[in-house]
């Protein structure tokens, strides 16, 4: 074998690299023909790449940009910054680079913009690592099938719409139904139940004043140290918003990618398709269906196609993602509900009558679904939750029915009886996840007839009472439960009588 | 009525030409018709620009070169050998700029490329970093 010397090899190496680099300081620009509403034109770059960053040098400094439009004589580019500050003339450069925010750990408990600058007034934050803006979703075989779940501790998604990690669960409704409230919910309960899921909130032209009001939220209930905001206003450009889930994707894959579990809520991508439809139409290309250009399908399922659950051989870190869609007057079946529908594994509707019913949250038994979270429930709630979606479903149809008359048989009443009593447990207050015990001894108590000779009304305070009660005689064996095994016959038992002893106090006479 | 060409095709066009010995003047004349009739006379240094990129593709350089005071002739052959060895020139034509406001250094253009490395280039650098 010769004899090889390292440090000759690294000399070697390093004169083959300065031999290439052929560039000598040399770089390659164009000028700004035109400039205006976020958008300008650029003479030149003929070798711009799309996605592309682009610095544009102005008296005031250099205001960053990324080629969208690469056509014949010109090239359409989306600026980051004011284009107040930009005109004609301005030198423009290729930065040789495609979009890249810094992503890793040292995000955590930081609220920031879509490139990764701090907004909370907090210290410049330095990462080891950056990550793409847009990449390539993992691909078929780097991928295993949703089977470990994500609990929400919100009772109704866990028993009858579970979610895995990995999986793309859509939350849709109409404005002030708790789409939002839903997932912080899902995002305490991460911290509350210590699952280990890193939360990426992705905020797409929320008001500024509702986020600091949801991160004041994650502060109180101590979730900040696990949760990485990243935020955009209505008075940001376009362009902001249109990166701001891709940059927080990037940030989450870098969990995902690290053996890690991250969760992610893109809300909305309603206002993100807007802004795409502003960039788009600014940049004269053709409108569609509703003036969105003909990709904002590609535009959303290139996105949402990055959250994914890794094979054991990439690490079997995960991505899941809970985009949210507002809907106008109940219409799901409008341009972009059913592209985002179509793309994610289920949806969570959230209707507005039931919301002003004061059943929260409002979730509609009959228009959700999640198609692969069946696999990754928790044992334990899956044993007793069985036929809770179709029960439900069920007594909500025999309900409308019964409003017309009032002589029912004994079953159909006995089945409205015992819906109305689901409905009232299903009822749970904000900030307020369920464990899984909690969750598995309230379904068990009502599914069984436990609670029967208890009014309705009272069903909340008599599940607080059953609650408290095995919180305080019998914290062993509920934490036993909470580890999400099927309750054994003993573990049953002990929720029988607790919630028969319970009942007692709130029967009717 | 006169058909819309893209500029990158009438700049190959031109150079085609001129390389192909046609007169420069009747050429000339002809573009500017066209530029007027099509009413794209705003386009002309773009043209020009593009132009000169189609020549730098057959061999034919034109470089400009801005700086504070005169350059030596030494500083120009080191300049025309820079673009030699970053092209596939086989003719160069230096053209020089005096400018005071970039303070110092050159600022060299050809086809879409530059070396800024005036004082002026990196005063606004420092302001960005500096904003940052």
């Not at chain 1, 070697?12 to 040399?26: F, H, K, M, Q, Y």
């Not at chain 1, 053709?286 to 996105?303: Q, T």
């Not at chain 2, 009739?37 to 020009?48: D, I, N």
């Amino acid at each position: 074998m010769p004899d090889i010397s390292v440090a000759e090899l690294s000399k070697d190496l390093r004169n083959a690299i300065a031999g290439l680099e052929t560039s000598e300081g040399l770089e390659k620009v164009g000028i700004v023909v035109r400039v205006g509403d976020g958008v300008a034109w650029v003479c030149g770059l003929r070798d711009a790449s799309y996605n592309e960053m682009l610095q544009i040098e102005t008296p005031s400094g250099v205001v960053e940009a990324f080629a969208l439009n690469l056509m014949e004589d010109e090239i359409g580019a989306v600026l980051l910054g004011s284009d107040s500050l930009v005109s004609a003339g301005n030198t423009v450069r290729l930065r040789g680079a495609v979009l890249s925010v810094p992503v890793g750990p040292e995000l955590l408990g930081r609220v920031v913009d879509p490139l990764g600058r701090p907004l909370d007034g907090g210290a410049p934050i330095k990462t080891k690592q950056t990550g793409l803006v847009e990449r390539e979703a993992v691909g078929v075989m780097g991928r295993k099938s949703v089977h470990e779940p994500l609990m929400t501790g919100i009772v109704a998604i866990d028993s009858m719409f579970p979610i895995g990690r990995g999986q793309r669960e859509l939350i849709i409704g109409d404005r002030q139904t708790g789409k939002t409230a839903l997932t912080i919910d899902t995002m305490i309960n991460q911290a509350k139940q210590n699952t280990g899921v890193v939360n990426i909130y992705v905020a797409i032209g929320q008001k500024s004043s509702k986020i600091a009001r949801l991160i004041e939220r994650l502060k109180k209930e101590d979730v900040m140290k696990q949760t990485i905001v990243v935020a955009t206003s209505p008075s940001d450009p376009a362009s902001l918003l249109y990166i701001a889930p891709y940059a927080a994707t990037a940030m989450g894959e870098y969990f995902r990618d690290n053996n890690q579990h991250a969760l992610i809520i893109y809300d909305d991508l309603t206002k993100h398709a807007v802004a795409y439809r502003q960039m788009s139409l600014l940049l004269r290309r053709p409108p569609g269906r509703e003036a969105y250009p003909g990709d904002v399908f590609y535009l959303h399922s290139r996105l949402l196609e990055r959250s994914a659950k890794l094979s054991e051989a990439l690490g079997g870190g995960s991505l899941t993602a809970l985009p949210i869609i507002e809907t106008q007057a109940g219409d799901i079946s409008a341009y972009i509900p059913t592209n985002v529908i179509s793309i994610t594994d289920g949806q969570i509707f959230l209707e507005t009558d039931l919301f002003y019913q004061g059943i929260r949250p409002a979730i509609s038994a009959g228009l959700s679904v999640s198609r692969v979270g069946g696999a990754a429930q928790t044992k334990a709630v899956k044993s007793v939750s069985g036929n809770l979606k179709l029960g439900l479903s069920q007594f909500r149809e025999l309900a409308s029915f019964a409003q017309f008359g009032s002589d029912l048989d004994e079953s159909t009443r006995n089945q409205i009886e015992r819906g109305q009593r689901l409905t009232e447990l299903l009822k749970q207050s904000q900030y307020q996840p369920a464990s899984i015990w909690e969750q598995v001894a309230s379904i068990y108590a009502v599914t069984n007839g436990l609670f029967d000779k208890v009014s309705s009304r009272k069903i909340k305070d008599v599940q607080a009472a059953m609650l408290s009660h095995l919180s305080a005689e019998r914290s062993k064996e509920m934490a036993e439960i909470n580890k999400g095994d099927k309750p054994t016959e003993e573990q049953l038992k002990i929720i029988k009588k607790a919630a028969t002893h319970a009942a007692k106090g709130f029967e009717e006479a | 009525m006169v058909v819309r060409l893209s500029r990158q095709k009438l700049s190959k066009y031109y150079a085609d030409s001129l390389m192909n010995g046609a007169d420069a003047k009747k050429l000339a004349g002809q573009m500017a018709a066209y530029l007027i009739e099509t009413k794209r006379t705003k386009e002309l240094s773009m043209l020009v620009s593009d132009i000169e990129y189609q020549m730098s593709l057959k061999g034919v350089v034109i470089a400009n070169v801005t700086s504070a005071h005169t350059l030596d002739e030494i500083a120009k052959t080191a300049l025309i050998d820079l673009i030699h060895r970053n092209t596939d020139a086989t003719k160069i034509r230096l053209t020089e700029h005096l400018d005071p406001s970039v303070l110092g250094g050159v600022k060299l253009e050809f086809t879409d490329t530059e070396l800024d490395t005036t004082i002026a280039k990196r005063l606004i650098t420092l302001k960005t970093n500096y904003k940052k």
